[in-house]
């Protein structure tokens, strides 16, 4: 896959999470510290309804341009949504679980990525 692809994708991702009311969307290129994906997006929604809205989206998004997930998981809970996609990994908590397990922090070599 090429950049301009890889930005696309994340791009649609991004917007997908954003057209459903996602809260501090981040993208991080963790490509140069792990092998089980080149991103991480990461996002917060304020209930679960919201948060399963925003994965659905992303997932319709994706699907429409011949995408299907690897995984998905935490659908039911909501508390964090987690859709691995290979290159992508999509996580979406609910703000109390986004702060207790700080991705950001964990991952926190990985380079910001600013569309």
Request: proline fraction near 3%; hydrophobic fraction near 40%.
């Amino acid at each position: 896959m090429n950049d301009k692809d890889e930005q696309e994708n994340l791009r649609l991702i991004s917007d997908a999470l954003s057209e459903k009311k996602g809260e501090d969307i981040r993208i991080l290129d963790i490509s140069a510290l792990s092998v089980i994906a080149d991103y991480f997006l990461i996002a917060s929604g304020s209930n679960p309804t919201q948060i399963q809205a925003m994965a659905d989206n992303v997932e319709e998004k994706l699907k429409d341009k011949g995408k299907r997930p690897l995984s998905i998981e935490g659908y039911a809970g909501a508390a964090w949504i987690l859709m691995d996609y290979g290159n992508y990994v999509i996580h979406i908590f609910d703000r109390e679980n986004r702060e207790f397990y700080d991705l950001e922090r964990i991952w926190k070599d990985a380079r910001p990525v600013t569309l």
